[in-house]
């Protein structure tokens, strides 16, 4: 397989990324809140992953954030205390298979594999109504074309771990941590946002608390 970074052949000929190059992108660990209870951890800077994370609209990109979800999945789980008793739910924002596969979904199934059995993925639990993309929009776009997530069944764990693959402005973990929480969640600008529940599953959706958020990178400037 041919490396996309360095451009080399290697041998494992299910890694896009050879180990060199693998190992040599930075695990930048950061928080930010997103509410007064509520951070959100990520694990690179964009600025070192860049031009791999624009892979992600291409059928390869599904290898490349394999590995780099696994690679920040494994620091994860060795570096911070993850003491919950009961099994958390990794509910992906918007995992659904557009194109050929799920981008989010990719992460989520990276981080259940390297919890052992304390995480569980709520594959294609989340949807969002509006498909408007994001990246390169302003923060008032943003808020004024919210995704609208919605619930697409039942979350059957106490507590839950909403996870991205990019942050931004951090708009859309707020909104949907909305949908779990059913109230107004302030953003950073002082604009508030509002998510309508489905009524299937509002009640449901109430007893399952976020407690953290995760994304694989942070756009941040």
């Known amino acids: 397989m041919k490396c996309l970074v360095c451009g080399r052949w290697h041998w494992r000929?299910?890694?896009?990324i050879c180990k060199t190059c693998l190992d040599s992108i930075p695990l930048r660990l950061s928080t930010r809140k997103l509410t007064d209870s509520i951070s959100v951890y990520s694990f690179y800077a964009y600025s070192d992953v860049s031009l791999l994370m624009q892979s992600k609209y291409q059928l390869i990109g599904s290898r490349v954030l394999k590995?780099?979800?696994?690679k920040a999945a494994a620091y994860f789980f060795t570096h911070i205390d993850f003491d919950f008793t009961q099994r958390v739910g990794l509910v992906g924002l918007d995992d659904y298979p557009y194109g050929a596969y799920s981008h989010t979904g990719v992460i989520v199934r990276a981080f259940e594999a390297e919890s052992r059995g304390r995480c569980k993925g709520a594959y294609g639990a989340l949807k969002a109504k509006n498909a408007t993309k994001y990246a390169g929009e302003s923060l008032t776009f943003r808020q004024n074309n919210p995704k609208g997530f919605y619930l697409t069944r039942n979350i059957s764990y106490p507590f839950v771990v909403l996870v991205d693959d990019i942050i931004t402005t951090g708009t859309s973990l707020r909104e949907a941590i909305s949908v779990f929480s059913a109230f107004d969640v302030e953003n950073e600008s002082g604009v508030k946002s509002?998510?309508?529940?489905?009524?299937k599953f509002a009640t449901k959706s109430l007893e399952?608390?976020?407690?953290?958020?995760?994304?694989?990178?942070?756009?941040r400037e």
């Open 13 to 16: 000929v299910d890694f896009v």
């Open 67 to 70: 590995l780099l979800a696994y």
């Open 194 to 199: 509002k998510v309508a529940l489905d009524s």
């Open 208 to 219: 399952s608390k976020v407690i953290f958020c995760l994304a694989l990178c942070d756009a």
